[in-house]
């Protein structure tokens, strides 16, 4: 679907709720491009959330390393 090549701006627009109305005038091919989209997008935020606690979990065991070798800092 050509959502994902637009500008983030524009994508963001074309991400709001779609009426059920709306959804049945669109064709199969259509709705399965959109729900392939909303499933990457899913997808991309899961793999942020993994990446982030990940982080997270690193800057917490080298605080602990830090405290563990200057115990008054």
Do not use: F, H, W
Not at 43 to 48: A, H
Not at 61 to 73: A, E, H, S
């Amino acid at each position: 679907m050509k959502g994902s090549l637009l500008e983030p701006q524009q994508q963001e627009e074309n991400m709001r709720l779609i009426s059920k109305a709306d959804l049945y005038r669109r064709t199969n091919r259509e709705l399965d491009g959109m729900r392939e989209e909303i499933r990457r997008e899913i997808g991309n935020c899961d793999q942020e959330r993994r990446k982030a606690y990940a982080a997270l979990s690193d800057i917490r065991t080298v605080q602990g390393q830090r405290r563990i070798m200057r115990p008054n800092l």
